[in-house]
C-alpha cells in the first residue's frame, strides 16, 4: 500500500508555509526531506503523521501505519531501556524488544535508568522505539542529532533493514545518510506571500 500526498498545503500558527506539495511512497522506499532551517519541513512531517490537519489537499494511506519520530526522544526518565521500550511496544499492541536493543547497541545498557543515559544514548533508545512500534511507514524529524558516526550508522541500517522488509520511510535531513531513496527539497513548495491589501483581496 502506497503513501499518497496531493495538493498539500500546511501552515505553522495558522500562517501557510507550504503548498502544492505532491508525492507517492511506495514499500520499500525511502524519501529524504532536505530544505532550510524554517521552511516547513517539521510542519509538513507532522500534517502526514496526522497531528495537525491541512490547509488543502490530502494524505492517503497514513491512518494507523506511521510512527512518527520528532526531535523530542519520548523517553521517561524513572524507566529502564528495557521498560521504556516494552511499553511502547504495548502502546502498538507489539511484543517482543530484542530486534530494536540489538540494532541500536542497547543490550549493555538494558537495566540503565532512561534519565541515566547520555544524549547520544537517549537519541538511540528513541530511534529504537520506532522498530517495537510494528508500523510499516517511518517518519523522522532530523534523526542524527546527538549521535555520532558510529550511531549514525547504526540508524541508517536499521532504516535499510526496515526498507528491505517492506517498509517505508520519510526523513528529514540535512546530513547524507548513505541512503538509496529520493531527495525532495520542499523549498520550491514555499507559500506565497498574499498582500491582504493588494486589490485581489477585493474581489
Excluded: C
Amino acid at each position: 500500500m502506497t503513501l499518497t500526498v496531493t495538493n498539500l498545503g500546511i501552515s505553522r500558527g495558522g500562517v501557510p508555509v507550504l503548498e502544492g506539495v505532491n508525492f507517492v511512497l511506495s514499500a520499500g522506499d525511502a524519501l529524504i526531506l532536505r530544505g532550510p532551517n524554517g521552511v516547513g519541513k517539521t510542519t509538513l512531517l507532522r500534517t502526514i503523521a496526522g497531528l495537525q490537519p491541512p490547509l488543502e489537499g490530502s494524505v492517503d494511506g497514513a491512518e494507523d501505519r506511521v510512527a512518527y519520530a520528532a526531535h523530542s526522544d519520548g523517553i521517561k526518565p524513572t524507566l529502564s531501556v528495557t521498560e521504556n521500550l516494552t511499553f511502547w511496544a504495548s502502546v502498538f499492541g507489539q511484543k517482543g524488544i530484542e530486534a530494536a536493543l540489538a540494532a541500536f547497541d542497547l543490550e549493555t545498557l538494558a537495566d540503565r535508568p532512561g534519565g541515566a543515559l547520555s544524549a547520544g544514548q537517549k537519541r538511540r533508545l528513541g530511534l529504537a522505539r520506532m522498530i517495537v512500534t510494528g508500523r510499516p511507514i517511518w517518519i523522522f524529524d532530523e534523526p542524527t542529532v546527538s549521535l555520532d558516526t558510529r550511531a549514525v550508522g547504526m540508524f541508517a541500517d536499521a532504516v535499510r533493514a526496515h526498507l528491505a522488509g517492506g517498509g517505508s520511510a520519510i526523513i528529514a535531513t540535512h546530513i547524507d545518510l548513505g541512503l538509496e531513496g529520493t531527495v525532495l527539497d520542499v523549498t520550491p513548495f514555499k507559500a506565497r506571500v498574499r498582500d491582504i491589501f493588494s486589490d485581489e483581496a477585493f474581489l
